[in-house]
DNA sequence: TTGATAATGCAACAAAGTTGCGTTAAATTT
DNA sequence: AAATTTAACGCAACTTTGTTGCATTATCAA
Protein backbone atom coordinates (compact mmCIF):
# COMPACT_ATOMS: atom_id res chain seq x y z
CA UNK A 1 0.00 0.00 0.00
CA UNK A 2 2.12 2.78 -1.23
CA UNK A 3 -0.62 5.73 -1.15
CA UNK A 4 -2.03 6.06 2.56
CA UNK A 5 -3.02 9.41 2.09
CA UNK A 6 -6.43 10.61 -0.60
CA UNK A 7 -5.02 13.58 -1.28
CA UNK A 8 -6.70 16.26 -3.84
CA UNK A 9 -3.73 15.06 -6.39
CA UNK A 10 -4.31 11.25 -5.78
CA UNK A 11 -8.55 12.12 -5.84
CA UNK A 12 -7.86 13.92 -9.41
CA UNK A 13 -5.21 11.93 -10.93
CA UNK A 14 -7.43 8.70 -9.74
CA UNK A 15 -10.96 10.13 -11.25
CA UNK A 16 -9.06 11.51 -14.68
CA UNK A 17 -8.12 7.60 -15.25
CA UNK A 18 -10.93 6.21 -14.39
CA UNK A 19 -12.99 8.45 -16.75
CA UNK A 20 -10.32 7.41 -19.82
CA UNK A 21 -10.52 4.67 -22.01
CA UNK A 22 -6.64 5.46 -23.53
CA UNK A 23 -3.55 5.83 -21.91
CA UNK A 24 -2.16 9.11 -20.64
CA UNK A 25 1.16 10.49 -21.12
CA UNK A 26 3.21 11.96 -18.04
CA UNK A 27 3.57 15.15 -20.50
CA UNK A 28 0.23 15.06 -21.30
CA UNK A 29 -1.21 15.35 -17.88
CA UNK A 30 1.54 17.60 -16.55
CA UNK A 31 0.69 19.98 -19.10
CA UNK A 32 -3.35 19.76 -18.33
CA UNK A 33 -2.97 19.75 -14.51
CA UNK A 34 0.02 22.71 -14.60
CA UNK A 35 -2.90 24.91 -12.74
CA UNK A 36 -3.89 22.68 -10.35
CA UNK A 37 -0.73 20.90 -9.23
CA UNK A 38 3.17 20.62 -9.94
CA UNK A 39 4.85 18.45 -12.45
CA UNK A 40 7.00 17.09 -9.08
CA UNK A 41 3.62 15.65 -7.58
CA UNK A 42 2.37 14.61 -11.15
CA UNK A 43 5.74 11.92 -11.16
CA UNK A 44 5.44 11.03 -7.10
CA UNK A 45 1.05 10.07 -7.66
CA UNK A 46 1.66 8.13 -10.66
CA UNK A 47 4.60 6.61 -9.04
CA UNK A 48 2.43 5.69 -5.96
CA UNK A 49 -0.47 4.38 -7.71
CA UNK A 50 1.52 2.12 -10.45
CA UNK A 51 3.10 0.81 -6.98
CA UNK A 52 -0.47 -0.27 -6.05
CA UNK A 53 -1.34 -2.06 -8.58
CA UNK A 54 -4.13 0.89 -9.88
CA UNK A 55 -1.74 1.87 -12.71
CA UNK A 56 0.72 0.38 -14.82
CA UNK A 57 3.55 2.12 -17.02
CA UNK A 58 5.37 1.67 -20.75
CA UNK A 59 7.88 3.81 -22.43
CA UNK A 60 5.81 5.17 -26.25
CA UNK A 61 7.42 5.38 -29.26
CA UNK A 62 8.81 8.60 -28.68
CA UNK A 63 10.79 7.65 -25.48
CA UNK A 64 8.02 9.54 -23.49
CA UNK A 65 6.56 7.51 -20.45
CA UNK A 66 2.53 6.31 -20.28
CA UNK A 67 0.30 5.41 -17.80
CA UNK A 68 -2.89 3.50 -18.33
CA UNK A 69 -5.35 1.96 -15.75
CA UNK A 70 -5.03 -1.81 -14.81
CA UNK A 71 -7.85 -4.20 -15.28
CA UNK A 72 -9.67 -5.78 -12.51
CA UNK A 73 -8.07 -9.01 -13.50
CA UNK A 74 -4.20 -7.19 -13.50
CA UNK A 75 -4.64 -5.60 -10.30
CA UNK A 76 -5.54 -9.51 -8.76
CA UNK A 77 -3.35 -11.61 -10.73
CA UNK A 78 -0.28 -9.40 -11.98
CA UNK A 79 -0.89 -10.34 -15.42
CA UNK A 80 0.29 -6.99 -17.45
CA UNK A 81 1.65 -8.66 -20.35
CA UNK A 82 -0.27 -7.23 -22.93
CA UNK A 83 0.07 -5.36 -26.03
CA UNK A 84 0.27 -1.32 -26.32
CA UNK A 85 -1.07 0.30 -29.72
CA UNK A 86 -0.25 4.28 -30.59
CA UNK A 87 -1.55 5.56 -33.39
CA UNK A 88 1.41 7.28 -35.77
CA UNK A 89 -1.97 10.30 -36.70
CA UNK A 90 -3.92 11.09 -33.73
CA UNK A 91 -1.23 10.14 -31.30
CA UNK A 92 -3.90 8.34 -28.99
CA UNK A 93 -2.30 5.00 -27.16
CA UNK A 94 -4.46 2.39 -25.68
CA UNK A 95 -3.99 -1.04 -23.93
CA UNK A 96 -4.98 -4.31 -26.11
CA UNK A 97 -6.41 -6.91 -24.80
CA UNK A 98 -4.91 -9.36 -27.11
CA UNK A 99 -2.55 -12.33 -26.46
CA UNK A 100 1.01 -12.27 -27.46
CA UNK A 101 2.81 -15.53 -27.20
CA UNK A 102 6.36 -15.05 -26.59
CA UNK A 103 8.27 -18.08 -27.94
CA UNK A 104 10.72 -19.53 -25.42
CA UNK A 105 14.49 -18.07 -25.77
CA UNK A 106 17.00 -20.79 -25.73
CA UNK A 107 19.84 -19.90 -23.12
CA UNK A 108 17.46 -16.93 -22.03
CA UNK A 109 15.21 -16.13 -18.81
CA UNK A 110 12.40 -14.43 -19.83
CA UNK A 111 11.40 -11.84 -16.87
CA UNK A 112 8.48 -9.74 -18.91
CA UNK A 113 7.77 -8.07 -21.91
CA UNK A 114 6.65 -5.26 -23.72
CA UNK A 115 4.99 -5.02 -26.73
CA UNK A 116 4.47 -1.92 -28.26
CA UNK A 117 2.36 -2.14 -32.22
CA UNK A 118 1.68 1.41 -34.01
CA UNK A 119 -0.08 2.13 -37.24
CA UNK A 120 -3.81 4.20 -37.68
CA UNK A 121 -6.80 3.82 -34.75
CA UNK A 122 -10.08 3.57 -35.86
CA UNK A 123 -10.75 6.84 -36.41
CA UNK A 124 -7.56 7.63 -38.15
CA UNK A 125 -7.49 4.68 -40.63
CA UNK B 1 22.47 6.66 -49.58
CA UNK B 2 22.75 9.49 -46.67
CA UNK B 3 26.05 8.73 -45.87
CA UNK B 4 28.70 9.96 -48.79
CA UNK B 5 31.56 10.80 -47.07
CA UNK B 6 33.68 7.92 -45.46
CA UNK B 7 34.82 10.48 -42.42
CA UNK B 8 36.86 9.11 -39.60
CA UNK B 9 33.40 9.03 -37.63
CA UNK B 10 31.98 6.96 -40.15
CA UNK B 11 34.42 4.52 -40.14
CA UNK B 12 35.07 4.83 -36.47
CA UNK B 13 31.34 3.69 -35.42
CA UNK B 14 30.84 1.62 -38.66
CA UNK B 15 33.94 -0.88 -37.05
CA UNK B 16 32.60 -0.71 -33.49
CA UNK B 17 28.93 -1.89 -34.61
CA UNK B 18 30.90 -4.80 -37.01
CA UNK B 19 33.00 -5.94 -34.04
CA UNK B 20 30.13 -5.93 -31.74
CA UNK B 21 27.31 -8.73 -31.34
CA UNK B 22 25.47 -6.71 -29.16
CA UNK B 23 23.13 -3.73 -29.67
CA UNK B 24 24.71 -0.35 -28.07
CA UNK B 25 23.38 2.48 -26.85
CA UNK B 26 23.81 5.96 -28.28
CA UNK B 27 24.46 7.24 -24.48
CA UNK B 28 27.19 4.17 -23.89
CA UNK B 29 28.84 5.25 -27.19
CA UNK B 30 29.17 8.99 -26.66
CA UNK B 31 30.72 8.10 -23.41
CA UNK B 32 33.44 5.73 -24.87
CA UNK B 33 34.06 7.86 -27.78
CA UNK B 34 34.29 11.44 -25.94
CA UNK B 35 37.89 11.98 -26.78
CA UNK B 36 37.51 11.15 -30.33
CA UNK B 37 34.50 12.91 -31.60
CA UNK B 38 31.68 15.24 -30.61
CA UNK B 39 28.41 13.89 -29.04
CA UNK B 40 26.30 15.53 -31.88
CA UNK B 41 28.51 13.47 -34.42
CA UNK B 42 28.00 10.37 -32.48
CA UNK B 43 24.36 11.50 -33.09
CA UNK B 44 23.95 12.30 -36.57
CA UNK B 45 26.43 9.44 -38.08
CA UNK B 46 23.96 6.84 -36.32
CA UNK B 47 20.97 8.58 -37.60
CA UNK B 48 22.93 8.51 -41.21
CA UNK B 49 23.87 4.76 -41.08
CA UNK B 50 20.24 4.09 -39.75
CA UNK B 51 19.05 5.70 -43.21
CA UNK B 52 21.52 3.69 -45.14
CA UNK B 53 19.63 0.40 -43.73
CA UNK B 54 23.19 -0.26 -42.06
CA UNK B 55 21.69 0.19 -38.94
CA UNK B 56 18.70 0.21 -36.94
CA UNK B 57 17.46 1.37 -33.85
CA UNK B 58 14.71 1.32 -31.23
CA UNK B 59 13.69 2.54 -27.51
CA UNK B 60 15.25 0.24 -24.48
CA UNK B 61 12.86 -0.46 -21.28
CA UNK B 62 14.68 2.74 -19.92
CA UNK B 63 13.66 5.07 -22.43
CA UNK B 64 17.03 5.30 -24.31
CA UNK B 65 17.64 5.24 -27.89
CA UNK B 66 19.75 1.71 -29.06
CA UNK B 67 21.38 0.87 -32.27
CA UNK B 68 22.27 -2.14 -33.58
CA UNK B 69 23.07 -3.70 -36.87
CA UNK B 70 20.93 -4.91 -39.44
CA UNK B 71 21.14 -8.56 -41.07
CA UNK B 72 21.73 -8.90 -44.40
CA UNK B 73 18.21 -10.13 -44.79
CA UNK B 74 17.24 -6.75 -43.44
CA UNK B 75 19.18 -4.56 -45.54
CA UNK B 76 17.83 -5.61 -48.21
CA UNK B 77 14.01 -6.82 -47.46
CA UNK B 78 13.44 -3.90 -44.68
CA UNK B 79 12.58 -6.88 -42.80
CA UNK B 80 12.87 -4.89 -39.52
CA UNK B 81 10.18 -6.19 -37.00
CA UNK B 82 12.14 -8.23 -34.60
CA UNK B 83 12.19 -8.50 -30.79
CA UNK B 84 14.84 -7.37 -28.79
CA UNK B 85 16.57 -8.99 -24.98
CA UNK B 86 17.53 -6.80 -22.67
CA UNK B 87 19.07 -8.23 -19.97
CA UNK B 88 18.01 -7.24 -15.93
CA UNK B 89 21.34 -7.95 -14.73
CA UNK B 90 24.18 -6.81 -16.65
CA UNK B 91 22.07 -4.80 -19.10
CA UNK B 92 23.00 -6.00 -22.28
CA UNK B 93 20.66 -5.82 -25.13
CA UNK B 94 20.34 -7.87 -28.13
CA UNK B 95 18.14 -8.91 -31.52
CA UNK B 96 16.61 -11.34 -31.12
CA UNK B 97 16.02 -13.93 -34.32
CA UNK B 98 12.77 -15.18 -33.43
CA UNK B 99 9.43 -14.40 -35.14
CA UNK B 100 6.63 -12.87 -33.28
CA UNK B 101 3.48 -13.49 -34.87
CA UNK B 102 0.84 -10.23 -34.09
CA UNK B 103 -2.68 -11.26 -34.09
CA UNK B 104 -4.57 -8.64 -36.61
CA UNK B 105 -6.26 -6.45 -34.53
CA UNK B 106 -9.86 -5.05 -35.14
CA UNK B 107 -10.38 -2.00 -36.43
CA UNK B 108 -6.77 -1.17 -36.50
CA UNK B 109 -4.49 -0.50 -38.92
CA UNK B 110 -0.84 -1.66 -37.99
CA UNK B 111 2.42 -0.63 -39.31
CA UNK B 112 5.18 -1.74 -37.47
CA UNK B 113 5.92 -3.07 -33.99
CA UNK B 114 8.25 -2.90 -31.23
CA UNK B 115 8.63 -6.14 -29.03
CA UNK B 116 11.20 -5.35 -26.22
CA UNK B 117 11.48 -8.72 -23.74
CA UNK B 118 13.74 -8.44 -20.65
CA UNK B 119 14.77 -10.91 -18.34
CA UNK B 120 18.57 -12.75 -17.88
CA UNK B 121 20.69 -13.38 -20.25
CA UNK B 122 22.73 -16.87 -20.89
CA UNK B 123 25.74 -15.30 -18.58
CA UNK B 124 23.36 -14.38 -15.50
CA UNK B 125 20.71 -16.09 -15.33
C1' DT C 1 45.65 21.62 -56.75
C1' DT C 2 41.51 23.75 -56.22
C1' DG C 3 36.67 24.34 -55.24
C1' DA C 4 32.17 22.79 -53.57
C1' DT C 5 29.90 21.25 -49.74
C1' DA C 6 29.14 17.24 -46.54
C1' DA C 7 30.40 16.64 -42.14
C1' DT C 8 32.23 18.19 -37.72
C1' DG C 9 32.92 20.91 -33.28
C1' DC C 10 31.18 23.84 -30.18
C1' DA C 11 28.12 26.24 -27.47
C1' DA C 12 23.67 27.13 -26.40
C1' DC C 13 19.30 25.26 -25.95
C1' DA C 14 15.06 22.21 -25.05
C1' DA C 15 12.52 18.72 -22.85
C1' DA C 16 11.85 14.90 -19.63
C1' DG C 17 12.56 13.53 -15.38
C1' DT C 18 14.87 13.75 -10.46
C1' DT C 19 16.37 15.53 -5.85
C1' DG C 20 16.55 18.15 -1.49
C1' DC C 21 14.31 20.67 1.63
C1' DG C 22 11.10 23.67 3.86
C1' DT C 23 6.03 23.91 4.18
C1' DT C 24 1.30 22.16 4.09
C1' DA C 25 -2.42 19.35 5.02
C1' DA C 26 -4.28 14.63 5.74
C1' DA C 27 -5.17 11.33 9.30
C1' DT C 28 -4.66 9.92 13.97
C1' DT C 29 -4.49 10.87 18.81
C1' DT C 30 -5.63 13.41 22.76
C1' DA D 1 -12.37 20.30 18.74
C1' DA D 2 -7.52 21.01 19.22
C1' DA D 3 -3.07 19.20 19.02
C1' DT D 4 0.21 16.06 17.00
C1' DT D 5 2.44 13.33 13.52
C1' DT D 6 4.28 12.81 9.17
C1' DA D 7 2.88 11.71 4.24
C1' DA D 8 2.55 14.47 0.61
C1' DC D 9 3.32 18.82 -1.73
C1' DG D 10 5.60 23.08 -3.92
C1' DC D 11 9.45 25.04 -5.49
C1' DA D 12 13.86 25.70 -7.23
C1' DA D 13 17.81 23.77 -8.70
C1' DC D 14 19.71 20.06 -11.04
C1' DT D 15 20.71 15.94 -14.28
C1' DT D 16 20.37 13.59 -18.49
C1' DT D 17 19.20 12.88 -23.21
C1' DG D 18 18.79 14.78 -27.32
C1' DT D 19 18.59 18.97 -30.74
C1' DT D 20 19.84 23.29 -33.33
C1' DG D 21 22.54 27.06 -35.55
C1' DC D 22 26.58 28.43 -37.26
C1' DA D 23 31.43 28.87 -38.10
C1' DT D 24 35.17 25.73 -39.38
C1' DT D 25 37.18 21.55 -41.34
C1' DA D 26 38.04 17.81 -44.32
C1' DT D 27 36.36 14.74 -47.97
C1' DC D 28 35.96 14.04 -52.77
C1' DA D 29 35.74 15.01 -57.38
C1' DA D 30 36.76 18.20 -61.15
MN1 LIG E 1 -1.78 -1.32 -20.79
MN1 LIG F 1 17.58 -5.50 -33.66
ZN1 LIG G 1 -5.66 7.80 -34.41
ZN1 LIG H 1 23.19 -10.35 -18.55
Redo the contacts between chains.
Keep these: MSVVRKTKSVNTLTTIFNESTSALSVVNLVNRLKSQMNKTTVYRVLERLENDGMLHSF?G?D???WYAKCTEDEETHQNHTHPH?QC?DCGKVEC?D??????A?K????????????????NC?
Design positions: IVGLKFNLVTITIPINKQIESANFLITGQCEK
